[in-house]
């Protein structure tokens, strides 16, 4: 069964400070990664998106690295800002008809000031 | 706006009552997804379309659960006699063909089943 796993459940962080985000998964056959931001009551909004090659992606003060061998992946936020403050879902695609998503449980970061 | 729409964006029901949400995807775009979330859990694949065609549905869309698009445009998510578990935040995304696409999200009608 395919599966996504997120760590930790839940996170606070200080405004300014760097912190990162897990991602386990199990989904075969891999096609690609993707790390979306989710703010309270709205929809989720892509930040990366990552193939088998790609071991590494930045978007801004986002920066995710995929190791497909071990099937891990974190997202580390830089200089966190009060506007971080959401859930970060980890994403991964298959090959299959539809290319379907699996979805983590999401981390949910709030950050303080 | 040529994002995702969804409408309504909140929907408050009474048990045993139908209700009925749209969604309005990129205009360009032929493939269509809904999803159902729950309060702090990642959204959960209910069905896919291809243009007009309803390719897969998951095990979750029970019965009373169906879904339309009539012209390969918007497509309507159908819930019949609403039940307590069916309050959720329902999510629509749409995205363009090929391997590497990028999936965009609706704004999600949230369901609240008294």
């Known amino acids: 069964k395919n599966q996504v796993e997120q760590s930790p459940q839940s996170l606070i962080i200080l405004e300014g400070k760097n912190c990162t985000l897990q991602?386990?998964?199990?989904?075969?056959?891999?096609?690609?990664l993707r790390w979306y931001k989710q703010d309270t009551g709205r929809g989720p909004v892509s930040l990366t998106i990552?193939?088998?090659?790609?071991n590494t992606k930045s978007n801004g003060r986002y920066t995710a690295t995929l190791d497909a061998d071990t099937k891990q992946s974190s997202l580390h936020i830089t200089a966190s800002q009060l506007s971080d403050s959401a859930s970060y879902i980890c994403?991964?695609?298959?090959?299959?008809?539809?290319?379907?998503?699996?979805f983590g449980g999401g981390t949910r970061v709030l950050v303080k000031p | 706006d040529t994002g995702v729409s969804q409408d309504p964006r909140h929907k408050i029901t009474k048990r045993g009552q139908n209700v009925t949400f749209r969604c309005d995807p990129i205009?360009?775009?032929?493939?269509l997804y809904w999803y159902r979330q729950t309060l702090g859990q990642g959204p959960e694949f209910l069905t896919y379309?291809?243009?007009?065609?309803?390719?897969?549905k998951s095990r979750l869309l029970s019965d009373r659960f169906s879904a339309e698009r009539p012209k390969g445009s918007f497509s309507t998510l159908e819930i019949q006699r609403t039940e307590q578990g069916d309050s959720a935040m329902y999510l629509c995304?749409?995205?363009?063909?090929?391997?590497?696409?990028?999936?965009?999200f609706g704004p999600g009608t949230r369901l609240t089943v008294t």
């Open positions: 995304a749409s995205r363009d063909d090929g391997e590497l696409y990028e999936q965009y």
């Open positions: 991602c386990n998964y199990t989904v075969s056959p891999f096609s690609n």
């Open positions: 990552m193939t088998f090659s790609e």
């Open positions: 994403v991964v695609g298959a090959k299959a008809a539809g290319n379907k998503l699996t």
């Open positions: 205009s360009e775009h032929n493939r």
């Open positions: 379309f291809q243009n007009e065609a309803q390719l897969e």
